[in-house]
């Protein structure tokens, strides 16, 4: 496999720009003339629409930026990558950001792709989606799938630390997700009930559904949002905008809330983050890490607005406390500390008791 000094950044078949790796192992970024006087900032607080050379800081990201680190798997999808790579006799651990950054291809989060790229064999789609979850059982406990080609084709730009394939439905672009292995066999119908919930509590979320299976209770599945009408949506991270990993329990929602009215300007993204907020809080997903939260570029309108929600379902996170701290408090956050945070933005104390109160009685039927 080569290996790749510069790759260029493209949005939609546009060229955003030129990625280069430079001699102390950093990634330099600048944007192209063209993208200059007719597109947008990638990323509004690391990189901002003017010509220069960008140069990011060696962490945390390992000397990229962390809108290109969002292009990247992290969790199931880097494991398949270090599988195929291990699988064409590539030493994973000598394979840089750069060059994984090709490996990516078409089918990353968000709507940048990198050129040239790295290309592996691309075998047929599976569609039993019981034999597919077999198959990443199988690499999850180190044992040899023969499909492994075909898993990476479907799942080798997914982040988290669940298995799970992206695919096309009725012509649409959905994620489907497995049970990892320390997941209940329900995780399926749980996070699809989760999903069902946080609807009725007024956030915004893309359409939902539970796949049928043999083996267990069914798999749940998520339309991409990053994918609308045959176009692709940029898309960056709250981890990737501030520049800072997603494995470090440093966020606040008062941080967010902040960091949302910055970028949006728009006071119904701070009501969806506040449900959300209140979601994470009563329903106890307190995997609610900086990676969990982003924000999409509505291309038409020249807007940033909150991504809808994802990744929503039990789960205890660091230590039993929320990855990001309600105004301070990680570990038993009370409707209290809700309200705080809720004043410190501007919400209305009556408006925010009656949300943090529905989503409060509805978690609560819904975990009974």
Not at 178 to 205: H, R, T, V, W
Not at 324 to 341: C, D, R
Not at 345 to 354: F, H, N, R, W
Request: proline letters at 4%; hydrophobic letters at 35%; one cysteine or more.
């Amino acid at each position: 496999m080569d290996k790749y000094r510069f790759l260029k950044v493209f949005y939609n078949n546009t060229v955003v720009g030129t990625l280069a790796k430079t001699p102390d192992n950093l990634v330099a970024f600048e944007y192209d003339n063209e993208w200059l006087n007719k597109g947008f900032s990638i990323s509004p607080f690391s990189l901002p629409l003017v010509k220069k050379v960008f140069l990011p800081k060696f962490e945390p990201f390992d000397g990229l930026f962390g809108v290109f680190n969002d292009s990247l798997p992290d969790g199931w999808g880097r494991l398949l990558v270090d599988r195929l790579l291990l699988k064409n006799r590539i030493n994973p651990n000598e394979i840089d950001n750069l060059n994984r950054l090709a490996v990516v291809q078409e089918s990353g989060m968000g709507a940048l792709t990198y050129q040239p790229v790295h290309k592996f064999e691309a075998p047929q789609e599976e569609s039993d989606y019981d034999k597919l979850a077999t198959e990443c059982s199988k690499i999850l406990e180190s044992q040899n799938s023969d499909n492994l080609d075909e898993l990476f084709k479907l799942g080798g730009s997914s982040g988290g630390a669940r298995p799970k394939i992206l695919t096309k439905i009725d012509g649409a672009d959905w994620i489907i997700k497995f049970p990892s292995s320390q997941d209940p066999k329900n995780i399926g119908e749980q996070e699809y009930n989760y999903s069902l919930c946080a609807k009725e509590c007024g956030i915004k979320m893309s359409e939902t559904r539970l796949f049928e299976s043999k083996i267990c209770s069914g798999y749940f599945g998520i339309k991409r949002f990053d994918r609308q009408n045959g176009k692709k949506v940029h898309m960056v991270s709250v981890s990737g905008l501030l520049e800072t990993s997603h494995r470090l329990p440093n966020l606040d929602y008062n941080i967010l809330m902040k960091l949302t009215l910055e970028l949006t300007k728009n006071y119904q993204d701070i009501e969806q983050l506040f449900r959300l907020m209140c979601f994470n809080v009563f329903a106890r997903n307190r995997d609610d890490h900086s990676k969990n939260f982003s924000f999409l570029y509505v291309e038409n309108k020249k807007e940033w607005h909150l991504s809808p929600a994802y990744d929503l379902t039990y789960s205890s996170s660091f230590n039993g406390e929320h990855a990001t701290t309600i105004n301070g408090e990680g570990k038993n956050p009370t409707t209290e500390h809700i309200l705080a945070v809720a004043k410190n933005i501007g919400i209305k104390e009556k408006q925010a008791k009656d949300i943090a109160s529905d989503i409060k009685e509805k978690c609560s039927l819904m975990l009974e």
